[in-house]
């Protein structure tokens, strides 16, 4: 990264960023010696695979909620691509073609979402509302109940398999890879330049020669395309394919999101918040888990934290906007 772009990415961290960076290190440090086995290599790997279809699909679902849109269909394309998987599987395809026809799927239903924000002119809300059902229906069509659960040992092992006889697992090098792009995407590129101007003001960004709708368009196509990947990735860790795979995985994509940093109004926004918040996240629900709290607390926890995410940011600015006032009025009366 060159030393004018450095700058430029420290300028998008905000003080909710650092501060969630930091938070995130601290209750990392205290459940490593305050909770039974968190520390332990074999529970490393089991968080990173925890909190991989989570940081997946918040990679672009970060793009997509900085242009002031959302995807609350992401899961549901999860538990289709997972279900597809276990169908062609059933049908003696072999995995090497299923995979990218599962990830092609995603993009495909991405970008129905795509078509229906931008040529129809539909609130995103709304929209993805509406295919996260439609999506979770087709997937109980293609599949049914069932569930798919023989797969090949050489793919499902190297989804829950380590890099030799370190407890860091294959799936994190992938993780950090599409991460790293993503990054530099954002930050250091006139397509990042373009989705904070699109989230902070369209109109101006239409008439500063932005093709607004188009960048929207592929951006749910790539958050489709990154959500199939998800799906069989969970489908291949867990070697189950099931209908019901990721269901409510959205609120923790999008909490974790928001808890990252970003606006949900659009405009702001840096990926390293929101990789912290994700690990925040997934650290919360596995301390929590190993101290065997029940998956009812653990939602719980995940909505306690999106209301904050989303109160907290808000209220710092109202607060600072105020004090700016305050101060102007001092410097005018004097």
Aim: proline residues 4%; charged residues 10%.
């Amino acid at each position: 990264m060159s030393t004018d772009r450095a700058p430029r990415l420290l300028s998008r961290i905000s003080w909710w960023d650092a501060a969630i960076i930091v938070v995130t290190a601290v209750v990392l440090a205290v459940a490593a010696g305050a909770v039974d086995n968190f520390g332990t290599g074999r529970n490393f790997g089991f968080l990173v695979l925890d909190l991989l279809p989570i940081a997946l699909i918040a990679l672009p679902m970060t793009f997509v909620v900085i242009t002031g849109e959302i995807d609350l269909s992401v899961a549901s394309t999860l538990g289709l691509t997972s279900a597809v998987l276990g169908s062609l599987w059933n049908r003696g395809l072999p995995m090497e073609t299923i995979i990218p026809l599962c990830v092609l799927l995603g993009a495909v239903l991405g970008a129905v979402n795509g078509l229906f924000v931008t040529v129809f002119k539909l609130p995103s809300l709304a929209v993805t509302i509406g295919t996260l059902a439609l999506f979770r229906g087709l997937a109980f069509v293609v599949l049914g109940d069932s569930a798919v659960a023989d797969f090949p040992a050489s793919f499902t092992s190297w989804v829950t398999g380590t890099i030799g006889t370190t407890p860091i697992p294959n799936v994190l090098v992938l993780l950090v890879l599409l991460a790293a792009v993503a990054g530099v995407v954002l930050h250091a590129t006139p397509v990042g330049r373009a989705v904070f101007a699109v989230g902070a003001n369209e109109q101006a960004a239409r008439f500063s020669g932005i093709r607004v709708d188009r960048l929207k368009f592929w951006l749910y196509v790539v958050s489709g395309a990154v959500a199939g990947l998800a799906g069989v990735l969970w489908t291949l860790r867990y070697s189950s394919a099931r209908a019901d795979n990721g269901l409510g995985l959205e609120l923790a994509v999008v909490a974790a999101v928001l808890l990252g940093g970003v606006s949900i109004f659009g405009g702001r926004g840096a990926l390293p918040g929101v990789l912290a918040g994700v690990v925040l996240l997934a650290t919360l629900q596995n301390a929590l888990r190993l101290s065997d709290v029940t998956n009812e607390a653990l939602n719980v926890v995940t909505g306690v934290l999106l209301i904050v995410s989303v109160l907290l940011p808000n209220l710092g600015r109202s607060l600072r906007a105020a004090l700016r006032r305050r101060r102007h009025r001092v410097v005018r009366q004097t």
